[in-house]
């Protein structure tokens, strides 16, 4: 199995500040017939199902906010918020959809400061 | 616009089965590429890819669960069924289905249904 490793396990950012989560795979998830890596991440609010934000480690997803990006390659990965909001209060996921069995990060709290 | 929805029990006592079944709209189980997997998580923790049915019916599962589980389609009820056998306390969690299309992660998901695990 790929292990997703996130760091760090919580975070507390002060609002309009930027905020970095980070995402490493035990192997890489670079998937050859694109040169991309099958890496997403997703944003899950209490009570909600999660919500894809960024694939192919760096795409967002339409409607997602510009201030989230997805940066990185090989077996180290990265979730920025350039400018914190309210709204963004959640738990972050990693997950690499490169190799069976999917797995996923163990997930990243992110709080207000 | 693409929803799925999970529905089943919401309580199974130990050793029996629980069988789940996404229903969803939006989209078709028979388009060449489309998949529909299965995801739980347990109050307060990660999530854990469960299972996967593809438009050809390729199924694919997680190597921890693959004795306990089955997933099959019905096509014609855009419906998704997962069955998990010998149902243990430590199997209580939301369970989701969600869509992914070829390569990708999972970009639609259901609200998710939990299941309490309990004698």
């Known amino acids: 199995d790929i292990v997703m490793t996130q760091s760090p396990d919580s975070l507390a950012v002060s609002l309009g500040e930027r905020a970095t989560i980070n995402c490493k795979s035990s192997?890489?998830?670079?998937?050859?017939?694109?040169?991309?890596?099958?890496l997403a991440w997703y944003q899950q609010k209490p009570g909600q199902p999660p919500k894809l934000l960024i694939y192919?480690?760096?795409t967002r997803e339409s409607g997602v906010p510009d201030r989230f990006s997805g940066s990185g390659s090989g077996t180290d990965f990265s979730l920025t918020i350039s400018s914190l909001q309210a709204e963004d209060v959640a738990v972050y996921y990693c997950?690499?959809?490169?190799?069976?069995?999917?797995?996923f990060g163990q997930g990243t709290k992110l709080e207000i400061k | 616009q693409i929803t799925l929805k999970e529905s089943g029990p919401t309580l199974v006592k130990p050793t029996q089965t629980l069988t789940l079944t996404c229903t969803f709209s939006?989209?078709?189980?028979?388009?060449?590429?489309?998949?529909v997997g299965w995801i739980r998580q347990p109050p307060g923790k990660a999530l854990q890819w469960l299972a996967l049915?593809?438009?050809?019916?390729?199924?694919r599962y997680s190597p921890s669960l693959k004795s306990r589980l089955t997933i099959t389609k019905d096509t014609s009820k855009n419906q998704v069924v997962l069955t998990m056998t010998n149902m243990d306390p430590v199997d209580t969690a939301t369970y989701y289905c969600?869509?992914?299309?070829?390569?990708?992660?999972?970009?639609?998901w259901g609200q998710g249904t939990l299941v309490t695990v309990s004698s």
């Open positions: 969600a869509h992914r299309h070829g390569v990708s992660p999972f970009s639609y």
């Open positions: 939006g989209f078709s189980l028979s388009t060449s590429g489309v998949g």
């Open positions: 049915i593809f438009w050809d019916d390729d199924k």
């Open positions: 192997q890489s998830v670079l998937y050859s017939s694109n040169n991309k890596n099958c």
């Open positions: 192919w480690a760096s």
């Open positions: 997950q690499q959809y490169y190799g069976i069995p999917y797995t």
